[in-house]
């Protein structure tokens, strides 16, 4: 059976990147009736921001990644402990007492070897020991190679920190086994500390899980990856600005992954259906807006327009029913709504300068001129209709871009239309 697991360390919001490792490690296991697992990977205690854990369970049902089984790790640290020692005592790890370094102050170590490998010390930090001249592969089923490394190039990476805590390298790897992992997919940032992986997974026996890296998304205009520093890249913040969830994830099924065919279009149930591992693309992709947002507008519109009042943010929902047919078409997000219907709710400024005898013209005619019958009559006083049409429009919206400018009128009502008329007419 098919068991994948997303293991997000809890330091913040959902990356688009691993919303995209969540869904893809969920559709593996749910196109195979297998199990999906999520695994909170808090042994980082530093790193943890607070209620992070809850923000990503949250996040990952709103977006239908329901999983089968969930585990914390620091729950499970005696678990990680007995492995390290276990290596220990098999001669793969062991005991280091030097003060642990600080990558960021002290930069990554040049020294592969441990100057504590051979000192048969039997308490502190415990390191893995790297053996020399070995090859470790493996066949990565993403990008559809094998990949090999020379352990002489592998450094001695620390497992059990000297405070008792697993780092990535232990935890993820125990875990992996002892969860009966059968896939394990990941970002592409894990690479090079694969050697290190395949080596502790051998020491450790059991079954190896597959392994695939999944490609880097790319920023569309400058080709560059996605960074949390410079990009929008949180979940949570395009469902905030007006995303729909199902438009979000449409929008990343298909970031390095494609169908044989053309399709675009799924539903994470038919996605489910339709998955094949050999879709996964090893190109990076691009994170490209005008693309998400087509999709958002489609789903948009797949909306029944009592959905679309319930999602909408709007306290008047009387109103709110009248002007949803009026807008729902040019509707791309849902946070487009207030831009496009403002002058629904209040007068919008005044336009001076508009041609004042269309705005008399209007103004006396106004009960004809919303049934729409005063066609004939605005061409024989010699005026282009689209001319007479975008003056009211101004005067009455404030914009030169509306919804049906007397489905409009209708909207706002006799008064308050001919009232900001009148105002138009004053400044012109
Ligand atoms: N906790 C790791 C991370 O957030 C998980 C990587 C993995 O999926 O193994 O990057």
Redesign the pocket.
């Known amino acids: 059976m098919v068991r994948t697991?997303?293991?997000?360390?809890p330091?913040g919001f959902l990356h688009i990147g691993?919303l995209r490792?969540a869904l893809y490690?969920y559709v593996m296991a749910k196109h195979d009736d297998g199990q999906f697992i999520l695994?909170v990977?808090d042994t980082d205690q530093k790193r943890e921001v607070g209620g992070a854990t809850d923000a990503l369970k949250n996040t990952l049902k709103i977006f239908g990644l329901n999983w089968d089984e969930y585990y914390l790790q620091s729950e499970r640290l005696e678990i990680y402990q007995k492995a390290a020692k276990k290596l220990v005592a098999d001669g793969h790890a062991f005991y280091c007492q030097c003060p642990p370094r600080n990558a960021k102050t002290d930069g990554f170590s040049q020294i592969l070897r441990d100057s504590c490998r051979d000192k048969a010390l039997n308490s502190g930090a415990i390191k893995l020991r790297v053996p020399e001249d070995e090859q470790v592969k493996y066949v990565d089923f993403v990008h559809k190679k094998e990949i090999t490394w020379d352990t002489n190039g592998v450094y001695d990476a620390t497992l059990l920190k000297s405070d008792g805590f697993p780092t990535?390298h232990l935890a993820?790897m125990v875990d992996?086994i002892e969860m009966k992992i059968t896939h394990?997919?990941?970002?592409h940032?894990?690479m090079p500390s694969t050697p290190i992986h395949l080596l502790v997974f051998k020491y450790l026996g059991g079954d190896r899980p597959e392994i695939g890296h999944l490609s880097d998304i790319l920023n569309a205009k400058t080709g560059k990856k996605l960074s949390k520093r410079r990009d929008s890249v949180m979940a949570e913040d395009f469902l905030k600005a007006g995303y729909l969830p199902e438009a979000l994830l449409n929008f990343v099924m298909l970031l390095g992954w494609a169908p044989k065919d053309n399709r675009e279009l799924y539903s994470l149930a038919e996605y489910v259906k339709e998955f094949d591992i050999n879709g996964f693309q090893e190109a990076n992709p691009r994170f490209e807006d005008t693309k998400l947002k087509w999709f958002n507008g489609h789903y948009l519109r797949q909306k029944s327009d009592e959905e679309l009042i319930a999602l909408i943010d709007c306290p008047d929902k009387e109103k709110l029913k009248q002007i949803l047919p009026l807008i729902k078409d040019r509707l791309v997000v849902l946070s487009d709504f207030d831009e496009l219907t403002s002058f629904f709710f209040k007068s919008p400024e005044v336009t001076a300068g508009l041609n004042k005898d269309h705005l008399t013209f209007a103004i006396d005619n106004h009960d004809t001129l919303i049934k729409g019958e005063l066609i004939e009559e605005i061409k024989a006083k010699g005026w282009k209709v689209g001319d007479f049409f975008m003056t009211i429009r101004i005067a009455i919206c404030g914009t030169r871009s509306t919804p049906p400018i007397t489905e409009t009128m209708l909207v706002l009502g006799r008064d308050e239309s001919i009232k900001r008329l009148i105002a138009s007419k004053a400044q012109s």
Do not use: K, N, V
């Open positions: 697991r997303f293991a997000p360390s330091t691993s490792t490690a695994r990977e990535y993820a992996d394990i997919l990941r970002g940032d894990w």
